[in-house]
């Protein structure tokens, strides 16, 4: 799957740029070691070397922050995405079958406010689920292309009688 790929390269750029932020952090704490002994040698004031000091290390607070957030975050839109993509698939194979009780399941995970409308479900769809609920019929599968999606409940009324 595509998503497997990127997951790999973004664990080799996440690592590169880890590695850039630990080796920026590094260069901050040796330019304060240095300016510590520049001002033990007495080459530069205590104003000088206060005010230097609180740049590096506020340079420093700033860059430990976005290697923490990287840390805690990294890829982890990945997982999440390749979920969705998943589940979408299954939304076809689920609208196609039988089981109303699947299809009752797999309605209640990707919207809210399930209602009949002229014998139709009507739903307001989850968060990334309404990407896919307002896609033009051109975009979607020939088999959901009915702006009522009519497909979850095919030949029968609210009442599980067949119509006609």
Known sequence: ME???DKEQEA??????????????????DK??????THLDETITKEEYTAKKQKILN???????????????GDHWLEPAKKFILDSKQAEIIALQENLFEKKDFL???GSNRVLLSQKVAIEPKKSWQILYN?????RSAEATNSQHTIWLP???????PIG
């Not at 880890?18 to 590094?26: D, G, V």
């Not at 304060?32 to 002994?37: Q, R």
């Open 135 to 139: 896609l033009p019929a051109e975009a």
């Open 59 to 73: 340079h420093k607070i700033e860059i430990s922050e976005k290697l923490k957030d990287f840390e805690q975050n």
């Open 108 to 110: 209640k995970k990707i």
């Open 32 to 37: 304060l070691d240095t300016l510590l002994d």
């Open 155 to 161: 030949g029968s009324d609210s009442n599980r009688r």
């Open 12 to 29: 080799k750029d996440g690592a590169v740029f880890a590695q850039n932020l630990k080796s920026q952090i590094k260069e901050l704490e």
């Open 3 to 5: 998503l497997d790929k």
